[in-house]
């Protein structure tokens, strides 16, 4: 079993940036985050998988604006993002899985999540 703890959600306003962690509490070589607003279905939004080398992958509405990371422990995860929009406002789950993808992928579905961190931009 793998517990994460995400923090570092919070207000902010549009063109602002926020840092979101997550603590895994065994390292995790593959990674995600995924956000779901009110009334809307869960989506990915970053992956990473680090092994050998590190491959990342986003969501398009996020391309260029976010950045997903791991710590050399690869027991935290970050997500870093900037120029914010009133739309990235949503809970935000660190995820993780049992085996690591082929690849670096959004659409395979984790098997661990956080408990979320609410992210509210206002415009």
């Known amino acids: 079993q793998v517990q994460l703890v995400e923090s570092g959600g919070g207000s902010v306003q549009a063109g602002g940036s926020l840092r979101l962690s997550c603590a895994a509490s065994?390292?995790?070589?593959?990674m995600s985050w995924f956000r779901q607003a009110p009334g809307k279905e869960r989506e990915g939004v970053a992956a990473?998988?680090?092994?050998?080398?590190?491959?990342?992958d986003y969501a398009d509405s996020v391309k260029g604006r976010f950045t997903i990371s791991h710590d050399n422990t690869k027991k935290m995860l970050y997500l870093q993002m900037n120029s914010l929009k009133p739309e990235d406002s949503a809970v935000y789950y660190c995820?993780?899985?049992?085996?690591?993808?082929?690849?670096?992928?959004?659409?395979?579905?984790?098997?661990?999540w956080g408990q979320g961190t609410q992210v509210t931009v206002s415009s």
């Open positions: 065994i390292s995790k070589f593959c």
């Open positions: 995820a993780a899985y049992t085996f690591c993808p082929a690849s670096v992928s959004l659409i395979t579905r984790p098997d661990y």
């Open positions: 990473i998988r680090s092994i050998l080398s590190t491959t990342t």
